[in-house]
């Protein structure tokens, strides 16, 4: 379930491409040039068309999952009663996502994957944002098998789940690096964040990362906007980079997942 050798390897998940050209360049950069190895694609947001063509024009640099949307902007069916207003737009609430039907859940997670194959590219894993519910845990878990695809175990319950489903997944995910609720994103934090689980001897690690340039669909659509360019600003720093070929650590990407 785990990965091919002892050192340990790091899937530095970049969520939300698509959001935004911001967020992709952003994203983009951290790829190039920062300790980014992985990212995962809006289907239902405003960038998702120049996602599409950044992935066209770098298809050996960019390894991208699909990153499943509940709570922001538009379902992609237009006909969902418990999931969306009566516009279709998403509620922006966990708990209405929780309490949702379980086959909409499936129908819409179903209608984004369908968009993501209808470009020609195939997403090399699942994840979900801002939260995942037991609903859309099982939901995933259901592409996942149709698609072989692995998924984002998001806590230790998730972790036994995919394994009694018997879907790969990454395991020991990290979402410490976010500046809200007195968390940081400063090198300090993500060196100690390295450190400590290079301590406690994990051989495999996936952070759940948000880097971005900072435009104007992020400023108006999401209240975690400025301190992306905060964590890009970290992705992108030697000092990082640095200590990660001193201690052996390998930046991986789903795709390594046995």
Known sequence: MLFRSCIMKVIMNADDFGFSKGANLGILEGF?????????????MPGFAHAISLMEKYPDRLHVG???????????????????DETGHFYHDSKKVANCDPNEILREYQAQMDRFLSTGQ??????FHYCHTPVQVWAGIQLAK??????????????????KEGVRYA?????????????????????GLLKTNLE??????????????????????????????????????PAIMEYIRANDIQLVSFNEIE
Request: hydrophobic share 35%; charged share 25%; aromatic share 6%.
């Open 200 to 237: 406690e001897g994990r051989s495999c690690i996936e952070f759940a990362v948000h880097p971005a340039y900072v435009d104007l669909p992020l400023l108006t659509l999401s209240s975690y906007n400025i301190q992306r360019a905060t964590e890009l600003a970290v992705l992108l720093d």
């Open 146 to 163: 149709k698609y072989n695809l692995p998924m984002r175990a998001g806590n230790k319950d998730i972790e036994t789940l995919c394994e």
């Open 66 to 84: 699909i990153h499943l949307v509940t709570t922001v902007e538009y379902a992609i069916c237009k006909d969902l009663k418990t999931l969306t």
């Open 32 to 44: 190039q040039n920062g300790i980014i190895s992985s990212t995962s694609l809006m289907v239902n």
């Open 171 to 191: 395991p020991n995910h990290i979402s410490d690096f976010y500046n809200q609720d007195e968390r940081h994103t400063d090198v300090e934090t993500m060196l």
């Open 122 to 127: 195939r997403p090399d894993h699942i994840d």
